[in-house]
């Protein structure tokens, strides 16, 4: 039972590149979030997702869409990525409490 | 909207000794309370929660936590601190309905343990 699983683990990008975050979960929730974690700022939400086929901001949404593809798999993309988006992002899947993903570590130059 | 404070980001106990990190929230409804713990480089891992019941949880690794209402408190103790015990702890609380305030995180507490 994997649980929650992200990938990659960890990407360098450069300004102005794009990528997708994946993440995939086997538990049956409804509900998946996606947070980034930067030092000292605890775990800021970027997007959730309450059901599948449905999305929602967060509190730092900016430069950044999601998709919640199926009930299993909730992406995140950055279309242009920023220095200001270096940070390790969290994958969570819901239901009361919060199961997490290993984390991306992402750089962008 | 809930929100979630931890009273201080670090904090250094002697091995041996009481851990007590602080947490304090506020929500309209009546909560479910959580502590996590984040190993580097390592994802986040649930500790204990309080959801109904016994206001006194206990977890994993020897934690336990008193939710108390009137103080609107969820702080978490071991009585006896060990060296693998430093890691990064978080708060959280829960309205019960998803949605984007549906999980809300402190921003943590970093626990050093001194030998």
């Known amino acids: 039972n994997a649980g929650v699983t992200q990938t990659p683990k960890f990407q360098v990008l450069k300004t102005g590149q794009s990528m997708t975050l994946q993440c995939a979960q086997d538990?049956?929730?409804?509900?998946m979030y996606w947070y980034r974690q930067d030092p000292g700022m605890g775990l800021r939400l970027i997007y959730y997702?309450?059901?599948?086929?449905?999305?929602d901001k967060g509190e730092v949404p900016n430069g950044y869409n999601v998709s919640r593809l199926n009930k299993r798999e909730f992406s995140l993309r950055l279309e242009s990525a920023a220095p200001s988006q270096t940070s390790v992002y969290f994958c969570?899947?819901?239901?009361?409490?919060?199961?997490f993903g290993q984390g991306t570590r992402l750089t962008v130059v | 909207a809930q929100s979630v404070t931890q009273l201080g980001s670090h904090v250094s106990v002697s091995e041996g000794a009481l851990v007590l990190l602080r947490c304090n929230y506020s929500?309209?409804?009546?909560?479910?309370l959580f502590w996590y713990v984040q190993y580097p480089n390592q994802g986040l891992q649930l500790l204990l929660k309080?959801?109904?019941?016994?206001?006194l949880v206990k977890g994993i690794n020897g934690f336990e936590a008193e939710f108390k209402k009137s103080e609107t408190s969820f702080h978490l103790t071991k009585p006896s601190a060990h060296m693998s015990d430093a890691a990064e702890y978080f708060c959280?609380?829960?309205?019960?309905?998803?949605?984007?305030?549906?999980?809300?995180f402190g921003k943590g507490t970093h626990l050093i343990i001194q030998p």
């Open positions: 309080y959801t109904t019941g016994a206001t």
């Open positions: 969570a899947s819901v239901r009361l409490e919060a199961f």
């Open positions: 959280a609380v829960s309205d019960q309905g998803g949605g984007a305030d549906g999980l809300t």
């Open positions: 538990m049956n929730h409804n509900s």
């Open positions: 929500s309209s409804v009546p909560p479910y």
């Open positions: 997702s309450a059901s599948e086929g449905t999305t």
